[in-house]
């Protein structure tokens, strides 16, 4: 009487193993974590995410989840490919993926998926692996977007993120029910210059913002030569002082590139004699016209999962809310990205699956965005690639953690200033082109102000960290000649062409 019931259960479970999970990964340009109201940090009540939050009240949400390279194209190339840039071709902007690098929507698409791209790419490189992509060139505009990829070309009128998920919905609305499909779904907002739709304009207009303890930062009496590198060689600090004489004299720092005709949108009155005052007011433009730019991403969100409830798609569909990045929101004086310190590696990660995830779960190991290509690829039952050096969440989503799970983060920047390094749990440990190494204890010091790698006491821990850095270059199989210790190849950049 028992062959019955037990033929039933073998044939169930093999039915539920070919059932396939829908997804929609929503990625978009430097959202810091700090501005995604789930978080709970010091902007939590300023910037406001309600649909973005329900995915971490239905899902999980990721703590301690980084990129490897944090600048635009090769965070999205590692993304795709499951490797790290050195493996993958893409060190900088606008690379192309290696012809022999695998990309997870190949496998998804051979695997029966419906799969489909609009909005931001940023590689040079024709998208693989989807049946439909629209895309906009490099950048993007914010408002009035032209695509080209496989329809053609479009020109569209709107604001680019809502131009976007419009496209989107419309393919969802004519997809094949029987099919399972994978919408990658990729907004510009919010990168720099933070365009918002004219609907916010007034949004928080006469409310102050609050700061980051870091904002004044003196990074000249400080003793990190990484943020003394960049003040001096990049144009991203809310008031360039005492660097590049090209770059100040251009404009380049935030408060004269977007202040200096006075602070629209009703920002406050300032000294422009006082350099805190003008920080200051730099930082209320900012992070003012930042959260507008955020809630254009969470009301577009907010329609993809209202359309999955509508459908009854919700349990069937993994939803994913990331960023290429993380975005320095103030921190040291800073806005944009690019080093292994926080805030700029760190990177927002939610996923919600209501057929796998505890809703409200938090994860705090240690994660990095070339675990996200082979965590589609399990959940979708498809083997990854062996070329693919990431590691399936799949077991972290179930709210269990290997003993074997890493211990530590590879990060590696190969524009200025060159460096690279590892983080652990409690700390960051760099190298830096021309430097001697640095270290921050992120549990005595959360806002990485004092680099420590000079304290006798801490002599011990530099040697641990030293040989778990190189464990992780063994590991990630990157040669000394790949690191991006030398600026050799930034001079030959550099270099002024001859004239012809």
Known sequence: MKKPCILFSLLLSGLCAFAKPNFVVVLVDDHAFEAISAYGTYLKDFAKTPAIDRLREEGMRFDEFTCANSICSPSRASILTGQYSHKNGVTGLNGKINEDSPQYPVELLKAGYQTWLVGKWHLN????????????????????????????????????????????????????????????????????????????????????????????EDLRAGNSNLKKEFLRRTKFHMLHSGGNPNQ??????????????????????????????????????????????VKGNDDNLKRVLDYLDREKLTRDTVVIYTSDQGYWLGQHGFYDKRLILETSIRMPFLIRYPRLIKPGSVNSDLCINVDLAPTLLELAGVKAPAAMQGRSLLPLLKGKTPADWRKSQFYSYWGAPNHYGIRTERYTYLKLAGHPPELFDRQLDPTQSLNVAGEADNKPILERLEKELTRQIREVDISDSELPASTRDEKKRRKPKRKE
């Open 125 to 216: 490189s024709v998208p693989k692996g989807y049946a439909r992509h629209m895309v906009v060139k490099g950048q993007g505009k914010y408002f009035n977007p032209t695509f080209n990829g496989s329809e053609g070309t479009w020109k569209r009128e709107g604001y680019s993120t809502d131009v976007y998920t419009d496209v989107a919905m419309d393919w969802l609305k004519k997809r094949d029910p029987d099919k399972p499909f994978l919408l990658c779904l990729q907004f510009k907002a919010p990168h720099h210059d933070y365009g918002h739709a004219a609907r916010y304009d007034e949004l928080l207009a006469d409310v102050t913002a609050p700061e980051p303890p870091s904002l004044y």
């Open 248 to 293: 100040q004299s251009e404009g380049d720092a935030y408060y004269f590139r977007h202040l200096k005709d006075g602070p629209p949108n009703q920002m406050r009155k300032h000294d422009p004699k006082s350099d805190k005052d003008r920080i200051r007011v730099a930082y209320q433009h900012m992070i003012h016209k930042y959260v507008r730019c």
